[in-house]
């Protein structure tokens, strides 16, 4: 059974940093494309951040050069480590993992972490 562990959410000022985790199991974690989505109430969640399993990533332009995404393949954890936060960062941030073949897609979540920049 596949299960995705978020921590790392917060309150936070304005200015401020966190750092999230998404902690995965059951799964060949390496093999997948680790991602960090977010919703904010009254909003369609969109994609934050990406890595792919050769290491490669790709950002929202919203948060190029503020956010970056890693993974530790050892400990089959992804992060984002979120600076200079903005209210506008205010969300639910999801960790998506994502693998497909010529066979079929794996698409699993986890339960989401609440952000809230504010002062």
């Known amino acids: 059974q596949v299960q995705l562990v978020e921590s790392g959410g917060g309150l936070v000022q304005p200015g401020g940093s966190l750092r999230l985790s998404c902690t995965a199991s059951?799964?060949?974690?390496?093999?997948?494309?680790m991602g960090w989505y977010r919703q904010a109430p009254g909003k369609q969640r969109e994609l934050v951040a990406v890595i792919f399993s050769s290491g490669i990533t790709n950002y929202a332009d919203s948060v190029k050069g503020r956010f970056t995404i890693s993974r530790d393949n050892a400990e089959s954890t992804v992060y984002l480590q979120m600076n200079n936060l903005e209210p506008e960062d205010t969300a639910a941030y999801y960790c998506?993992?994502?693998?497909?073949?010529?066979?079929?897609?794996?698409?699993?979540w986890g339960q989401g972490t609440q952000v809230t920049v504010s002062s």
């Open positions: 998506n993992a994502h693998y497909s073949n010529f066979a079929a897609d794996y698409d699993y």
């Open positions: 059951g799964m060949p974690f390496s093999m997948y494309t």
